[in-house]
């Protein structure tokens, strides 16, 4: 029998640019997506999102700095955590429910070209367009700290 809970995990990334990096499990590694602009409510918000390397599951309770001259320099939060399922899955599309802390409901990953993907928030209880919790809801699900305590590496 599948495992019933797996997870997923969004990490704010300030590396040469800021992004988020959504993660999900999938047989015991995380795949994950590069998302420049983060996750939306908003229905209309079409985000891109670039799969990238697959990451250790260990990795999803990351949260530090990746000192300079390593993959990925710069300062990691787990900005969201939860549980996830797949709704459906057919041919460049993935529709997936997310039971996270800040981020919940459907959402559908439309791959593009190559290693592009859209991530469209799908039509539920969860989609409205007012919330952002990109800009709202800015501290660790996992410390509470902010971008610069976790630079500063204070409590
Ligand atoms: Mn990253």
């Known amino acids: 029998m599948s495992k019933l809970k797996l997870i997923f995990v969004i990490q704010k990334h300030d590396a040469k640019t800021l992004h988020y990096d959504f993660r999900i499990e999938v047989d015991g590694v995380l795949k994950s997506w590069v998302v420049p602009r983060g996750l939306s409510f908003n229905p209309k918000d079409k985000r891109l999102a670039i799969e990238t390397e697959d990451h250790k599951l260990s990795y999803a309770k990351f949260e530090g700095v990746i000192p300079e001259g390593e993959y990925g320099a710069g300062t990691v939060m787990v900005w969201d955590r939860g549980t996830y399922r797949i709704i ?30 859209l991530f469209i928030k799908m039509k539920d209880e969860f ?12 501290k660790s699900v996992l410390t509470g700290r902010t971008m610069k305590q976790i630079e500063g590496n204070v409590k």
Not at 98 to 114: I, Q, S, T
């Open 88 to 117: 459906k899955e057919k041919d460049g599309e993935i529709e997936i429910w997310l039971d996270g802390e800040k981020m919940n409901g459907g959402f559908v990953l439309v791959r593009m070209k190559d290693k592009n993907w």
């Open 127 to 138: 989609a409205d367009a007012r919330r952002n919790p990109v800009l709202t809801q800015p």
